[in-house]
């Protein structure tokens, strides 16, 4: 497809499960990021790659959540020991242009993935 | 840090009439890009409007434009001949423009409802 595409679009987990949530960008997006966006907010930054290097990951709310990008292009979100205030949409978000050229390159999203925590 | 305030949480407004929908943000940048983004119930973020800061003229793009004010730090939107379609919440964004600049700031967004 032409956007971003995420997986799965709705994840049930018991508190304590690990989870897994992938991206798949727009082909040739040398940037993808992650977001956070709990119920009636707005999205706030996770992460951040720039092809496979991790430029910043000083939004991840602990060190249970971890992100990877190992070719460039495919992205999973992993979240260990998981916990009711981890529920919440991922959203997933690819852009063109490098860091710096983030103004003049607008990132595209995803339909999000609704992680929910019972 | 950057900030961005949405001070309406929620608005309406009738078919085909106007709406502008407030945003203030607090930086110590001079170089930035402000954006307004859509989000309908299908979850997907969609770019409606984009503004550099060093531009002084405000962005249009068909029925939407913003007033921008740099000074004040206020960067609204108006839509123009609202169609039920426009129903959806709205994000007001912040990237900075320096060298690294990446991640977006997003306030809390308005929901916005259109009435046939």
């Known amino acids: 497809g032409a956007g971003v595409s995420q997986s799965p679009r709705y994840k049930v987990a018991k508190r304590g499960q690990d989870v897994a949530l992938r991206c798949d960008p727009i082909?040739?997006?040398?940037?993808l990021f992650w977001y956070q966006q709990a119920l009636g907010q707005g999205p706030e930054f996770l992460t951040y790659?720039?092809?496979?290097?991790?430029?910043?990951k000083s939004g991840l709310p602990s060190d249970r959540f971890f992100a990877e990008r190992p070719e460039g292009s495919v992205s999973t979100l992993k979240i260990q020991r998981t916990q009711q205030e981890d529920s919440a949409v991922y959203l997933c978000?690819?852009?063109?242009?490098?860091?710096?050229?983030?103004?003049?390159?607008?990132?595209?999203f995803g339909d999000g993935t609704r992680l929910s925590i019972l | 840090a950057q900030t961005v305030t949405q001070s309406q949480p929620e608005m309406s407004v009738q078919e085909a009439e106007t709406v502008t929908l407030s945003c203030t943000y607090d930086?110590?940048?001079?170089?930035?890009?402000l954006f307004w983004y859509k989000q309908p119930p299908s979850r997907q973020m969609i770019l409606v409007i984009r503004?550099?800061?060093?531009?002084?003229q405000n962005a249009t793009e068909n029925r939407f434009s913003v007033n921008f004010q740099k000074a004040a730090k206020s960067f609204s939107l108006k839509i123009s001949d609202s169609q039920l379609g426009d129903t959806a919440m709205y994000f007001c964004?912040?990237?900075?423009?320096?060298?690294?600049?990446?991640?977006?700031?997003f306030g809390k967004g308005t929901k916005l409802s259109v009435i046939p």
């Open positions: 978000a690819s852009s063109l242009g490098n860091a710096g050229q983030i103004g003049n390159q607008p990132q595209h």
């Open positions: 082909s040739g997006h040398v940037s």
């Open positions: 790659f720039q092809n496979e290097a991790q430029l910043d």
């Open positions: 930086t110590s940048e001079s170089n930035y890009y």
């Open positions: 503004q550099e800061a060093y531009k002084q």
């Open positions: 964004a912040f990237s900075y423009s320096g060298a690294g600049s990446y991640q977006l700031t």
